[in-house]
């Protein structure tokens, strides 16, 4: 499968500007991802059946995909992440260290769930597993 996530992570910054908010690939460009997603969970009674859970999935895979450009630009790449598909689904994932990450994942429970998964919390904590400072059974988080 081959993805363009800059384009995809393009899509998210021009989607963006429609709600005149400046994306640039920042970690204080995530405050606002995370601002911009929870204005989803509080309109979510909005999005109605298939088609309101198609749209609400199809923004959190967009901001999510942006999350993960901005992780890999901050560091991550620096610490052997890349983008990996399991079952259609891209992740940020080092194989050296048996590390993953799921952004798309995250931007999608911040919309369904509201600040209780921020996608900033996610963002910091991604670096601390990274950086192997945060130990877990399987590494992994979303």
Same mark, same amino acid.
């Given at each position: 499968?081959?993805?363009?996530?800059?384009?995809?992570?393009?899509?998210?910054?021009?989607?963006?500007?429609?709600?005149?908010?400046?994306?640039?690939?920042?970690?204080?460009?995530?405050?606002?991802?995370?601002?911009?997603?929870?204005?989803?969970?509080?309109?979510?009674?909005?999005?109605?059946?298939?088609?309101?859970?198609?749209?609400?999935?199809?923004?959190?895979?967009?901001?999510?995909?942006?999350?993960?450009?901005?992780?890999?630009?901050?560091?991550?790449? @620096?610490?052997?992440?890349?983008? =990996?598909?399991?079952? *259609?689904?891209?992740?940020? %994932?080092?194989? +050296? $260290?048996?590390?993953?990450?799921?952004?798309?994942?995250?931007?999608?429970?911040?919309?369904?769930?509201?600040? @209780?998964?921020?996608?900033?919390? =996610?963002?910091?904590? *991604?670096?601390?597993?990274? %950086?192997?400072? +945060? $130990?877990?059974?399987?590494?992994?988080?979303?």
């Amino acid at each position: 499968m081959d993805i363009n996530y800059r384009e995809i992570a393009e899509k998210a910054i021009i989607f963006a500007k429609t709600f005149d908010v400046r994306l640039d690939y920042t970690t204080q460009s995530i405050q606002k991802v995370d601002e911009l997603l929870g204005t989803y969970f509080e309109h979510m009674n909005e999005y109605d059946g298939d088609s309101g859970e198609n749209t609400l999935w199809n923004i959190a895979v967009h901001f999510g995909i942006y999350i993960g450009e901005t992780l890999l630009k901050n560091g991550l790449a @620096e610490m052997g992440f890349k983008w =990996f598909v399991r079952d *259609s689904l891209p992740i940020l %994932r080092n194989d +050296l $260290k048996n590390t993953e990450c799921s952004p798309i994942t995250k931007a999608h429970k911040r919309i369904l769930n509201g600040p @209780e998964d921020s996608v900033v919390s =996610f963002y910091n904590v *991604s670096f601390v597993v990274a %950086r192997g400072e +945060l $130990k877990s059974k399987d590494r992994r988080t979303d």
